[in-house]
Each structure stands twice: as C-alpha cells, then as structure tokens.
C-alpha cells in the first residue's frame, strides 16, 4: 500500500481568512485551519468568476443510534446479531431533519442558488457558484493553490462562515479548509526486482503439508495451505460474465488451474474508466487485488469498481464509492469491499475524516463488511524515521472498517517489517496497561487499535515477487466472502465471526521506536 506522501517547502504565503463582502455579524466561523500545509503552495489569486463547485454536508438524525444498532447487528453475542438494516432504515437515521434541510434550503434561496442532493440519503447538497458568491455567501477567501509533489491544482480557503442559526444545521461545507494530497495509484512496499517469476508450476498436494516453495514465494495455493483454504468453487452467486485480457490468465494457469478463464465484472463511477492496460500491468494494485480476489476467493463472482478523478467528496471517491453502492438493489451490493488505498489521518480534518467513518458505518449497517489495507509504514506512517507523533492511516482508525496488517513467513506467523500483526478490540485497553507509560506522548490511548487481522503480505508473486498489507487486503477479503458463500447457502446473513491464528513474533519500528 501506498500513503499519500507529505513534503515540506518553506515561505508560503498565508491566505487572508476573511472577506470584507460578509457583514461578520451575521456570521460565525464554522472550521478553519491555521496556514496552509507544507505538502501545498500558494499559487495567487483565483479569477472571482471561476466556477466553484461546493458540497454541503446537513446534519443527520441521529447518527449516533446508527452507530449503536450498527454494533448490535454486527456483535455475535448480541440478540440482534444479523438481522441487517435495508437501505430505507439506514436512511431514517442518516437523512436531515425537515427542519435542517428547510433552514439550510432557505438560507440558499436567499442568494439565488438552488442546490441539489448528491447523496442517496439526501444528507448532502451541491452548489456550483462563482468564487466570488462564494466568498460572499462563507464569508472566505478562496485562493488558488498547488499540490507541490503532483502539481494538482485546487482552490481553498483558511477559513469560512455560516449563518449562526445553521451551524447546529450543517456538519461541513467541503472543498473549503481540507487540505487533502490528491490518493496517487499506490504500488507496494517493495519490490524484489531480481526475482522475477517464471511461473513454474506450483504442485497441489493432497494433504495439508505446506509446499516446500511457500517458503519463498506465496501464491493462492501456499495461502490455501497456510490458512485451510477451500479450494472448492463458490456456488451461491451466479458467475460474472466480464472478460480480462492480459495475465490474469496465464497467473491463474500456474498457481491455480482448476480457475484458468475465470474473469471479473467492472463498474464505473466518478470518470472512471475501464483501463485493462492499468489492471493488467506488471506491478500494479488493481492487478494485484484481482489476482488475489480471483485467484483465492473461488468462484466468487469478483466486480472491480473504478473510481476516476470527477469525486466532489474531498477523498478521491471514498465517499462517493459507499453512496453507489448503497444505490444499487439489496441483490446486486457486495457482500465484501476490499481497498488498498488511504491516507495520513492527520491530511483529513475532522470533519471530514468522521464523515468517511459514518459512510462505512452505512455499508456495516446493511451487512457488507468493508476491508481496508492497514498501510505499510506501521507507526510512522509514511514518515517512520522522521514522525515526531504516531501517524495512523485513514481510515484505519474507523472503527466500523476491518483493518488488515501483514505477516511473513509460514507459520509460525511473524509481523511484518512494515505493518505490525493485528489484535482484537477487547484486548487494546490490557496491552495498554502492559506497556504502561511506554511512548504515550506519541499517541491517542483513547483511540482505536489497529490493525485487527492480519494476512499473508511478504512475497506474494505476481509478475515478480511484492510485499505489502496491499497484498494482505484482497487475501483476507477474499477469505471472508468465501466464509459469505457458505452463510448465505445455508440462508444465513453474511460476515460471522472467524477463527484466526496468533501472530506470534516480529516488530514493527517506526517514530523511532522499537
């Protein structure tokens, strides 16, 4: 997995965080930041007549009773354990009060703008107006601004204002005071360039010995072994008909030839593009999540959903992915979301970073369980020699996501050089009572411990050998809608409870820690 990374430039100028059109009496600063971040450069003044668009998030019902029926659904040993909300119960808990979407309808009609609802539960308005009107109607002062390291441009403000009698009303109003780096295609975490695969068969073996190979590279047959894989197809769902060109195939003829010719479906969202070339490149992620997906889950039907650059979410699409996903028919969802990608939970404002949460807290709510790589640099994040604090990947620290570190080796399991091995919830509060006043000035104890699993992530062949919780991500996916397969055949709801292996020895440095 690939974080976004952050660079640092000295003499930005600073951005003025009032405009003197807005009576300020009227208004009260709603979020506001105090300078611009290192990883972004001012770059002028924007044109009053560029076309900004603006997303308003409203305030929600009650959020907070989603989030404890969301923990009951998913809690083995509560009474309401499976029995999943449908989309419209979601809603009764996630759209605005009419009283919210009301005030904050009039608010807009009073400045000549007519907004829409760009979200399934109507919780989230789109307004596309001139940078002037803009910093008129947010009291801001929006100015044009450059990622340094991808040269991305985006216009934002220090700070802005709403109308005191709305601000219990909205939540945020987003692109204003994110500084969010653009998610680049991430890679993996390195890259063992002098052992490039030849694709020599690899033997199935009829007892549960681990192959002697798996020692030095792993594939779909090492990861049936290791974990007690079935290598039986999925039979509940009906095959998807999309074919892949490329060497998904001649990968498949090799590690797992009972599924040579099985293909996945795509879906586009966002100018998302079907591009074969970047699914079928030698090193890439989509690549690796498919041959992984593909090639343990099996027979599960596999859908990529492509995500282009046209997100107005504020992060590349996360948000945008969980509403298409809440739109389509109970039949056609997921039942599994697998995603290697994330950033620095410190590149996300609150405001922002909660919103990302509550949206999967959606997706757990309606029974599909969202899997997210924990990220390759462990406790420094993308900084582990640098960090002065802990950096946690976003959204790693959800608590309604299952976070995924990495292991090497066969058993017995080690933790990872670039992610540490996961623990359980329950257990976060003893391990850190045994560390006792071990680098507490580094992190939040009242946060959340992650990652909560841990899979396979050292070696894993493709074209050439890769590491990476990337790798780890699509694997434990994979295992999880396998287990979906035999609960919905036995017409039982989805994601139970697994049983899984202590992670036994390793480290996992970074901030200059042991």
Same mark, same amino acid.
């Given at each position: 997995?690939?974080?976004?990374?952050?660079?640092?430039?000295?003499? @930005?100028?600073? $951005?003025?965080?009032?405009?003197?059109?807005?009576?300020?009496?009227?208004?009260?600063?709603? /979020?506001?930041?105090?300078?611009?971040?290192?990883?972004?450069?001012?770059?002028?003044?924007? %044109?009053?007549? /560029? /076309?900004?668009?603006?997303?308003?998030?409203?305030?929600?019902?009650?959020?907070? =009773?989603?989030?404890?029926? +969301?923990?009951?659904?998913?809690?083995?040993?509560?009474?309401?354990?499976?029995?999943?909300?449908?989309?419209?119960?979601?809603?009764?808990?996630?759209?605005?009060?009419?009283?919210?979407?009301?005030?904050?309808?009039?608010?807009?009609?009073?400045?000549?703008?007519?907004? +829409?609802?760009?979200?399934?539960?109507?919780?989230?308005?789109?307004?596309?107006?001139?940078?002037?009107?803009?910093?008129?109607?947010?009291?801001?002062?929006?100015?044009?601004?450059?990622?340094?390291?991808? =040269?991305?441009?985006?216009?934002?403000?220090?700070?802005?204002?709403?109308?005191?009698?709305?601000?219990?009303?909205?939540?945020?109003?987003?692109?204003?005071?994110?500084?969010?780096?653009?998610?680049?295609?991430?890679?993996?975490?390195?890259?063992?360039?002098? !052992?490039?695969?030849?694709?020599?068969?690899?033997?199935?073996?009829? %007892?549960?010995? @681990?192959?002697?190979?798996?020692?030095?590279?792993?594939?779909?047959?090492?990861? *049936?072994?290791?974990?007690?894989?079935?290598?039986?197809?999925?039979? !509940?769902?009906?095959?998807?008909?999309?074919?892949?060109?490329?060497? $998904?195939?001649?990968?498949?003829?090799?590690?797992?030839?009972?599924?040579?010719?099985?293909?996945?479906?795509?879906?586009?969202?966002? =100018?998302?593009?079907?591009?074969?070339?970047?699914?079928?490149?030698?090193?890439?992620?989509?690549?690796?999540?498919?041959?992984?997906?593909?090639?343990?889950?099996?027979?599960?039907?596999?859908?990529?959903?492509?995500?282009?650059?046209?997100?107005?979410?504020?992060?590349?699409?996360?948000?945008?992915?969980?509403?298409?996903?809440?739109?389509?028919?109970?039949?056609?969802?997921?039942?599994?979301?697998?995603?290697?990608?994330?950033?620095?939970?410190?590149?996300?404002?609150?405001?922002?970073?909660?919103?990302?949460?509550?949206?999967?807290? *959606?997706?757990?709510?309606?029974? @599909?369980?969202?899997?997210?790589?924990?990220?390759?640099?462990?406790?420094?994040?993308?900084?582990?020699?640098?960090?002065?604090?802990?950096?946690?990947?976003?959204?790693?620290?959800? #608590?309604?996501?299952? %976070?995924?570190?990495?292991?090497?080796?066969?058993? #017995?399991?080690?933790?990872?050089?670039?992610?540490?091995?996961?623990? *359980?919830?329950?257990?976060?509060?003893?391990?850190?009572?045994?560390?006792?006043?071990?680098? /507490?000035?580094?992190?939040?104890?009242?946060?959340?411990?992650?990652?909560?699993?841990?899979?396979?992530?050292?070696?894993?062949? $493709?074209?050439?050998?890769?590491?990476?919780? %990337?790798?780890?991500?699509?694997?434990?996916?994979?295992?999880?809608?396998?287990?979906?397969?035999?609960?919905?055949?036995?017409?039982?709801?989805?994601?139970?409870?697994?049983?899984?292996?202590?992670?036994?020895?390793?480290?996992?440095?970074?901030?200059?820690?042991?």
């Amino acid at each position: 997995m690939r974080l976004t990374y952050l660079l640092t430039f000295a003499a @930005i100028p600073k $951005i003025s965080s009032a405009s003197p059109t807005v009576d300020p009496h009227t208004m009260v600063v709603h /979020e506001s930041v105090a300078t611009i971040p290192a990883a972004f450069a001012h770059v002028g003044t924007v %044109s009053l007549d /560029e /076309e900004i668009t603006l997303r308003i998030a409203l305030a929600q019902s009650d959020i907070v =009773g989603l989030q404890e029926k +969301t923990y009951a659904v998913s809690d083995p040993t509560n009474a309401l354990y499976g029995q999943h909300l449908t989309t419209e119960e979601v809603a009764e808990f996630v759209k605005p009060p009419p009283a919210t979407f009301s005030a904050v309808s009039r608010w807009l009609a009073a400045h000549g703008l007519t907004p +829409t609802s760009v979200s399934p539960l109507n919780d989230v308005l789109q307004i596309t107006l001139p940078v002037g009107e803009a910093n008129a109607l947010l009291a801001a002062d929006f100015r044009a601004l450059t990622h340094v390291a991808s =040269g991305t441009r985006s216009v934002r403000t220090l700070s802005y204002a709403v109308p005191a009698p709305l601000q219990a009303h909205i939540r945020f109003v987003h692109p204003t005071v994110a500084f969010v780096p653009p998610l680049r295609v991430p890679g993996v975490a390195s890259i063992n360039v002098n !052992h490039t695969r030849r694709f020599t068969p690899v033997e199935r073996h009829a %007892s549960d010995a @681990i192959p002697a190979s798996c020692a030095f590279d792993t594939n779909p047959l090492c990861l *049936q072994a290791v974990f007690g894989i079935p290598s039986a197809k999925a039979n !509940h769902s009906a095959s998807n008909v999309l074919g892949v060109a490329g060497y $998904i195939d001649r990968f498949l003829n090799n590690t797992r030839p009972d599924l040579a010719g099985s293909t996945f479906s795509v879906q586009t969202i966002d =100018g998302g593009e079907n591009d074969q070339d970047e699914l079928c490149a030698p090193i890439s992620v989509p690549d690796l999540d498919i041959q992984y997906t593909v090639g343990v889950a099996s027979g599960v039907p596999v859908r990529f959903i492509s995500v282009g650059d046209d997100s107005q979410d504020g992060v590349s699409g996360f948000i945008d992915i969980v509403n298409s996903i809440l739109t389509m028919p109970a039949a056609q969802r997921p039942t599994v979301l697998t995603t290697s990608y994330g950033f620095n939970e410190q590149d996300l404002p609150v405001s922002l970073a909660v919103a990302v949460c509550n949206a999967y807290m *959606q997706l757990g709510a309606v029974g @599909i369980s969202a899997i997210f790589a924990s990220g390759d640099g462990g406790v420094g994040g993308v900084q582990p020699t640098t960090c002065t604090t802990f950096v946690p990947s976003a959204p790693g620290g959800c #608590p309604f996501i299952t %976070s995924v570190g990495g292991t090497t080796n066969v058993p #017995p399991h080690a933790a990872s050089l670039f992610s540490s091995g996961g623990y *359980q919830a329950a257990d976060v509060a003893a391990y850190l009572a045994s560390i006792g006043t071990l680098y /507490e000035d580094l992190y939040n104890q009242s946060g959340r411990g992650f990652p909560d699993v841990s899979a396979a992530s050292h070696n894993i062949e $493709i074209v050439t050998l890769v590491d990476g919780t %990337s790798c780890a991500s699509p694997i434990f996916a994979s295992m999880i809608a396998l287990v979906n397969d035999r609960l919905l055949a036995a017409g039982k709801p989805p994601a139970g409870r697994a049983a899984f292996t202590d992670v036994t020895s390793g480290h996992n440095p970074g901030c200059n820690t042991e």
